[in-house]
């Protein structure tokens, strides 16, 4: 694969973008944290790359399944559910709080009540410690760049697949991990490992 494919993404010309970006996948991780079933690996909590950005896939809800999804080339959160209904949030120009306050509304439409800690997951790697409802600081969305990250993952995407399909032992599915903001796949050796 030539180098010349992937898009520039300097990390010091898109790093505001990417700590707000990476903010809002937490919430939206953190939602489905708080109402998917628990699953080995903590593979209920991961995003999934779709044709348009990033999923959480379906998730239960009051009898029927929600899902949001990240379109990163229109630059929204879609929200659908099995009854037919779509809402959108768009992410261009907004903070987090203006974010997380939205989406909580909306989830509220929807007759959902959450319980989450409204605070980043590992302030090191997002660069905040600010409660996702107080932070108007984050607030930086640079479309082209949020493209270039999109374009990346797919092109990543289908090198991971290849390399987990080569391999007959049990593998985790490709998933972007929010709490980190990095793609992962696991294989299992079903060695035992040594501590």
């Known amino acids: 694969m030539s180098s010349d494919i992937f898009p520039k993404l300097p990390y010091d010309k898109w790093k505001e973008t990417k700590k707000t970006l990476h903010l809002f996948t937490q919430i939206v991780g953190k939602i489905k944290l708080a109402i998917n079933p628990k699953m080995n690996h903590w593979w ?3 995003l999934y790359i779709s044709a348009r950005g990033l999923t959480t896939s379906t998730m239960p809800y ?31 120009n907004i903070s987090v709080a203006e974010f997380y306050a ?47 990250f999109f374009k990346v993952l797919t092109l990543i995407e289908p090198v991971f697949k290849l390399f987990r399909g080569k ?16 793609l992962a796949l696991t294989r299992f050796s079903g060695k035992a490992v040594e501590v």
């Open 62 to 92: 009051q009898g029927g399944n929600i899902e949001m999804e990240f379109d990163f080339i229109d630059h929204k959160l879609i929200v659908r559910d099995s009854g037919g209904g779509i809402k959108e949030i768009a992410l261009q």
């Open 102 to 148: 939205s989406l909580m509304n909306l989830l509220k439409s929807y007759g959902m009540e959450l319980n989450l800690l409204p605070v980043p997951f590992d302030p090191a790697k997002t660069g905040s410690d600010i409660p996702y409802d107080e932070d108007n600081e984050h607030s930086i969305y640079d479309s082209d760049y949020v493209s270039r």
């Open 44 to 46: 209920h909590v991961p």
């Open 167 to 182: 391999f007959l032992g049990k593998c985790s599915p490709l998933h972007f991990f929010w709490h980190s903001f990095d």
